[in-house]
């Protein structure tokens, strides 16, 4: 069964911290990885995109890795931000461009 | 350029009651998508249109769910008659070819309450 599963479903980080998100895939045959922002009351906008033959990806503050082998990918937010409080959400693209989506990580940064 | 526009943001409806959104994507984009986000979860699609053909609707309710892209540019969605667990925010998307991949550009969402 396609499934995308993230960790932690949750976080709170100080303001200048730096945090990572995880996501792990179980999508097959794989097409692409996707990281999407959604603030709160808007849609998801997306970070990065990868493909099966890239490893790493940045986006500004934001750096996604991927490691097709196990199947997984993280998300790094350096020198968090308050405007990075938000949902953040792994995306799998499966053969077919059909998205299964992750469930998110809702992050909250405190000054 | 234009985000994917959505319309009404917000609805409050009452159960039994019938209830239609509106959605503009982008210029251009040809692949047209509904969405339905329930709290705490990742959004769930609805139903795509390749201009004005339908795609992919299997997950949608077709008992009481309907959508429609006449000319291949707007679409609505409707709901009738609706269900407590209706309440959602449902997301309109578009997306263009980017050569590798289609990247979808998401609209801001119409959050339904139904009580």
């Known amino acids: 069964k396609n499934q995308v599963e993230q960790s932690p479903q949750s976080l709170i980080i100080l303001e200048g911290k730096n945090c990572t998100l995880q996501?792990?895939?179980?999508?097959?045959?794989?097409?692409?990885l996707r990281w999407y922002k959604q603030d709160t009351g808007r849609g998801p906008v997306s970070l990065t995109i990868m493909t099966f033959s890239e490893n790493t990806k940045s986006n500004g503050r934001y750096t996604a890795t991927l490691d097709a082998d196990t199947k997984q990918s993280s998300l790094h937010i350096t020198a968090s931000q308050l405007s990075d409080s938000a949902s953040y959400i792994c995306?799998?693209?499966?053969?077919?461009?059909?998205?299964?989506f992750g469930t998110g990580t809702r992050l909250q940064v405190f000054p | 350029e234009a985000g994917v526009a959505q319309s009404p943001r917000y609805k409050i409806i009452e159960k039994r009651q019938s209830v239609a959104f509106w959605c503009n994507p982008i210029?251009?984009?040809?692949?047209l998508y509904w969405y339905q986000q329930i709290l705490g979860q990742g959004p769930k699609l609805l139903i795509q249109?390749?201009?004005?053909?339908?795609?992919?609707d299997s997950q949608l309710p077709k008992d009481r769910f309907s959508a429609e892209r006449l000319k291949g540019v707007d679409s609505t969605l409707k709901i009738q008659p609706a269900k407590l667990e209706d309440s959602a925010v449902y997301l309109c998307a578009s997306d263009k070819w980017g050569g590798t991949y289609n990247e979808q550009f998401f609209g801001p969402g119409t959050r339904l309450t139904v009580l």
């Open positions: 996501c792990n895939y179980t999508v097959s045959p794989f097409s692409n």
């Open positions: 249109f390749q201009n004005n053909g339908v795609v992919d």
């Open positions: 210029s251009g984009h040809a692949t």
């Open positions: 995306v799998v693209s499966a053969d077919t461009d059909k998205l299964i």
